[in-house]
């Protein structure tokens, strides 16, 4: 395996993580009070956007040439920390 194809397994296997989590948290949020509940549901439509960005960002990967590799690494690593940071800080609400 060459160093981009590790690199790009290990970013699916995170994201996929974080999907599994976030479809675990979303049944949760389904649990909350009725006002809270449209709040929950208008929260996981921003996170499946970001996940959705997320996915894109590492299909881009997948046909990088060396010379934007480093660059798309630095792209994705910030798409998966804001995808993180925000499902991290969701779930701290629910």
């Known amino acids: ?10 970013m699916k296997t995170q994201l996929d993580e974080l999907n599994a989590n976030m479809n675990t948290l979303d049944a949760k949020a389904e649990e909350a009070r009725e006002d809270a509940r449209d709040m929950y549901r208008e ?7 970001q996940s ?4 894109a960002k590492l299909d881009d990967m997948k046909t990088a040439t060396e010379e934007t590799w480093e660059t798309m690494v630095s792209e994705m ?8 940071h925000s499902f991290h800080y969701f779930k701290s609400q629910v």
Do not use: G, P, W
Request: no cysteine; glycine share 0%; proline share 0%.
């Open 1 to 10: 395996m060459t160093k981009q194809s590790i690199y790009i397994e290990k």
């Open 52 to 55: 959705k960005l997320a996915v």
């Open 77 to 84: 690593e910030k798409v998966r920390d804001a995808f993180t």
């Open 43 to 49: 929260e996981m439509r921003k996170l499946r956007h």
